[in-house]
């Protein structure tokens, strides 16, 4: 019996499927590399990653209380504390059940294809293909989406009320993450730097804020203080619509297991890491949460701060300093720094994977991994384009209405009215008077909607150059536009909810078409992980699929009343485009050369006793 072979019977492994191996390939792999191969796989990366590491790197992609602290006030007016207080402990039960589910599967197949491998093994035999292609893609274009959001909340955190003129640091921070991510030695250790970040900032912030507040609120404002103010007239809409911002806080759970191929005994270990997520995000999330709003002394001073960002206003109304309000946002933009390198360090494993596969175009030139850097550069570098080209329709559309707006001048009768152009910034949304200059002004936009309202905060720099006569009255609305009026980023997602909803929504549906083919198959007719869960594991299956539906549907809802160009929730065009380009692919392309389930295993050796043998995987069984 040759090495190998004692090696897989050691291992107890009775055969293993091994792709484009021969039997000299195989002598002085370990375990992990076999079991690798086994599914048809070579190991391509080196296992550098302790369970600290990946723990690091789950952890700061999910980073609960950066993503409660990102989108705080608009969790404000879509419930109030009591949406943020109740519903991180609702999505802490539910993101446990979605835990367990991924830590069965990843357990029974560590692969660092995650949801896609899974659909392709669980699927029925005439399904698999497509059933993976499309799991790869959702789970694919959920990642972009996730790295896209990130970069944005971060862009606005670290620019505050620059951002406003400037959005193209939004870029600035997808080009800095890419080239952390390009050496993969580091990458592990500054998992841990992140998670540690992460968490310092976390344990400085709880303290800080709480102990400088000069009041606090008392806990019937924390625990049973309900505002809406959507527009939506049901409390219950408000709430669930305002569930997006608790949920965000607890995405992304399946980073862990598209690092399977770079840990030893991914089969214990990333349940470990995904569960550990879990765990720390709801006390992190939770206690952040419960500290703040003890802390706040003004919550209308938040949504109206000339910053931008609310949460820097929070802090400043906290240690009623600005220096020291800048640094504990400074620890915010660090951990969101961390958490934008875990996403593009997650979407380009995702995206090499899934290309070793055929499942995207040019698959052959993406899924080269660079031996020097020990990174998929490639898949990387083409992940963190889309990135940036999503970023850009983003700023398009920001570009889009930062144009003149016309304002009609009630002016004395001894001037005719006229209309005159104004360079107003931001007019996502219109400029309201009453909250500019006052009645007595005679300034009146054209239209004015219903749904709050916030401009820019300072005037252009370049004075008025129209009719000399209406100068003054001109240089009065400027001067009130720069010193009383409202401002609100809310933060930008509640300008984006279709990017925040599709990472959430598509990461969901990747997960559960992998857990229907499981159901479907029989929980007790796949090959066990260490991790499983039994009855348990069952029940949580159920609750992610229901969970899955449910967002399906009421995360689609708008976040405001009444309905405008600038509040409308876009998903199902997203999902309408994701849809058409994946079955375009597939019918063009996909379906002819996709590696599926059947191709994977008929390509392989099996090695049986001592000798080796060619046969199909429908010969194995």
């Not at 897989?8 to 021969?22: H, I, R």
């Not at 620019?159 to 800095?176: E, K, R, S, T």
């Not at 550990?276 to 709801?282: E, L």
């Not at 809310?490 to 925040?500: C, D, E, G, K, Q």
Request: aromatic residues 12%; hydrophobic residues 50%.
């Amino acid at each position: 019996m040759d090495a190998a072979a004692k090696m897989t019977e050691k291992d107890g492994v009775n055969a293993s499927y091994v792709a484009g191996f021969d039997m000299a390939d195989l002598k002085g792999l370990d375990s992990d590399a076999l079991k690798l191969a086994e599914m048809g796989y070579k190991q391509d990366l080196r296992r550098n990653y302790t369970v600290l590491s990946v723990l690091g790197v789950g952890f700061s992609l999910t980073n609960s209380w950066w993503g409660i602290a990102a989108a705080l006030i608009t969790g404000i007016k879509s419930g109030g504390p009591v949406l943020i207080v109740y519903g991180i402990i609702l999505l802490t039960l539910v993101s446990t059940c979605v835990g367990i589910t991924l830590s069965e599967l990843a357990s029974a197949y560590p692969n660092a294809g995650g949801q896609y491998f899974w659909a392709s093994e669980l699927a029925p035999k005439r399904y698999a293909n497509f059933a993976s292609y499309l799991t790869g893609w959702l789970a694919w274009a959920g990642s972009i989406f996730t790295s896209a959001s990130v970069a944005l909340g971060t862009a606005v955190a670290a620019v505050g009320c620059w951002q406003l003129a400037h959005p193209d640091c939004y870029q600035i921070l997808n080009i800095f993450a890419f080239f952390f991510n390009c050496y993969a030695r580091a990458l592990p250790a500054l998992g841990q730097i992140t998670l540690w970040t992460s968490l310092v900032s976390f344990f400085v912030i709880l303290v800080a804020v709480p102990a400088k507040a000069p009041t606090h609120q008392h806990a019937k404002f924390v625990f049973a203080n309900f505002v809406n103010e959507t527009g939506w007239s049901q409390n219950g809409i408000a709430f669930i619509v305002g569930l997006i911002n608790t949920n965000y806080a607890f995405a992304c759970l399946d980073c862990a297991t598209h690092l399977s191929e770079e840990i030893h005994r991914p089969e214990k270990m990333i349940p470990v890491a995904i569960l550990s997520t879990v765990a720390i995000g709801f006390v992190t999330s939770w206690t952040f949460s419960i500290a703040l709003f003890f802390s706040m002394s003004n919550v209308e001073d938040l949504s109206e701060t000339a910053t931008g960002v609310p949460l820097l206003a929070l802090f400043d109304q906290a240690l009623n300093s600005k220096a020291g309000a800048i640094a504990l946002e400074a620890l915010v933009i660090a951990t969101g720094i961390g958490c934008l390198i875990a996403s593009h360090t997650w979407q380009s494993r995702l995206c090499w994977s899934f290309a070793r596969d055929h499942g995207i175009p040019f698959s052959s030139f993406f899924a080269k991994v660079d031996r020097r850097l020990d990174v998929p550069i490639r898949a990387h570098a083409m992940s963190c384009t889309i990135v940036a080209i999503v970023g850009c329709l983003y700023l398009g559309a920001y570009t889009a209405f930062n144009r003149y707006v016309p304002w009609r001048i009630r002016l004395p009768s001894s001037i005719n009215s006229q209309t005159v152009q104004l360079p107003v910034y931001d007019l996502l949304v219109m400029l309201r008077l009453a909250n500019c200059t006052g009645k007595d002004d005679g300034v009146q936009p054209l239209s004015v909607m219903e749904t709050p309202t916030y401009v820019r905060r300072s005037p252009p720099s370049s004075g008025y150059s129209g009719n000399s006569r209406l100068a003054p009255l001109v240089s009065r609305l400027r001067a009130a536009a720069s010193a009383r009026l409202p401002i609100n980023l809310a933060n930008s997602f509640s300008r984006l909810p279709s990017m925040v909803t599709a990472c959430i929504v598509l990461l969901y549906i990747s997960y559960s078409i992998p857990v229907i083919c499981l159901l479907i198959r029989g929980r007790n007719n796949i090959p066990r992980g260490p991790f499983w869960m039994g009855p348990v594991g069952l029940f949580s299956n159920i609750v992610l699929l229901l969970w899955t539906c449910f967002t399906l549907i009421m995360y689609s809802f708008p976040s405001a009343m009444p309905v405008a160009s600038d509040n409308m929730n876009y998903v199902s065009a997203v999902y309408g485009i994701l849809v058409l380009t994946i079955i375009a692919d597939w019918f063009l392309r996909g379906r002819h050369h996709y590696r599926g389930h059947v191709q994977r295993h008929d390509e392989t050796i099996v090695i049986v006793g001592g000798g080796v043998q060619e046969k199909t995987m429908h010969e194995v069984h």
